[in-house]
T-cell receptor
Framework: GAGVSQSPRYKVAKRGQDVALRCDPI?????LFWYQQALGQGPEFLTY????????KSGLPSDRFFAERPEGSVSTLKIQRTQQEDSAVYLC??????????????FGPGTRLTVL | KQEVTQIPAALSVPEGENLVLNCSFT??????LQWFRQDPGKGLTSLLL?????REQTSGRLNASLDKSSGRSTLYIAASQPGDSATYLC?????????FGAGTRLFVKA
C-alpha cells in the first residue's frame, strides 16, 4: 500500500519568502508528526496532530512556523519569512493509533529545504 | 528534559561480524522506544518498536533490548552485511513528543 508521501521533495527559497510543505499520511492514520532534521543530526520534534487537533506544538522553533491538518488527513507545514537557519530536511510521520502507547511511526521521504 | 545519546557515533566493521549499537536516555518515564534506519537522502524506516513493558523485540537478524531502569537500549545486528550500511537512530516516546538520538553511522565492508 501507499506510504507517507511529502511534496515537494526539494525546495529552494530566498530568505524572507514563505514556503508550504505538504504531507500525505497513510490513509486512515490518526496521528501525524512533523520533524526537522539538520545535517548529521537526528530528527527534532516539531508538532503532533491527532486527527485535526494539534495536541502538541512545543517543538515549533518560532512563531514563523505554523502547521495545520484541517480535515484530519493531509497536513501542511508553513514557514513564513524563511531564514537561513531554517534550511533542513522536514520529515512527516504518521501512526495508525491515537495516543502514544503503541504508536509505531511511519516516515515519509522528507522535504529538503534550502534557504539562500 | 529527555536526552537521548547514541554510542558510537560511527562504526566500521567487516562483513559477517556481529555488532551492538547503544542508546541511552535520561528520563525513564517513556512509553516506547523505536529503532530506525536511515539511508542517505531518504526518510526513516522502522526496524523495531519496544513497548515500555517489554524487554526485547526481535526481527530477523535484529534484536533490540530495553532496560528502562538504567535508561538503556541496545540494537544487536547478527552476521552484518554490506546492505546494513546506514545510519541507525533510536527514538524514545514520552507523551506526544518523540526524542531522537543523533544516530550511529554504520559501514559494513565487503
Amino acid at each position: 500500500g501507499a506510504g507517507v508521501s511529502q511534496s515537494p521533495r526539494y525546495k529552494v527559497a530566498k530568505r524572507g519568502q514563505d514556503v508550504a510543505l505538504r504531507c500525505d499520511p497513510i490513509s486512515g492514520h490518526v496521528s501525524l508528526f512533523w520533524y526537522q532534521q539538520a545535517l548529521g543530526q537526528g530528527p527534532e520534534f516539531l508538532t503532533y496532530f491527532q486527527n485535526e487537533a494539534q495536541l502538541d506544538k512545543s517543538g515549533l522553533p518560532s512563531d514563523r512556523f505554523f502547521a495545520e491538518r484541517p480535515e484530519g488527513s493531509v497536513s501542511t507545514l508553513k514557514i513564513q519569512r524563511t531564514q537561513q537557519e531554517d534550511s533542513a530536511v522536514y520529515l512527516c510521520a504518521s501512526s495508525p493509533l491515537a495516543g502514544v502507547i503503541l504508536n509505531e511511526q511511519f516516515f515519509g521521504p522528507g522535504t529538503r529545504l534550502t534557504v539562500l | 528534559k529527555q536526552e537521548v545519546t547514541q554510542i558510537p557515533a560511527a562504526l566500521s566493521v567487516p562483513e559477517g561480524e556481529n555488532l551492538v549499537l547503544n542508546c541511552s536516555f535520561t528520563d525513564s518515564a517513556i512509553y516506547n522506544l523505536q529503532w530506525f534506519r536511515q539511508d542517505p537522502g531518504k526518510g526513516l524506516t522502522s526496524l523495531l518498536l519496544i513497548q515500555s513493558s517489554q524487554r526485547e523485540q526481535t526481527s530477523g537478524r535484529l534484536n533490540a533490548s530495553l532496560d528502562k531502569s538504567s535508561g538503556r537500549s541496545t540494537l544487536y545486528i547478527a552476521a552484518s552485511q554490506p546492505g546494513d550500511s546506514a545510519t541507525y537512530l533510536c527514538a524514545v516516546l514520552g507523551g506526544f513528543k518523540t526524542i531522537f538520538g543523533a544516530g550511529t553511522r554504520l559501514f559494513v565492508k565487503a
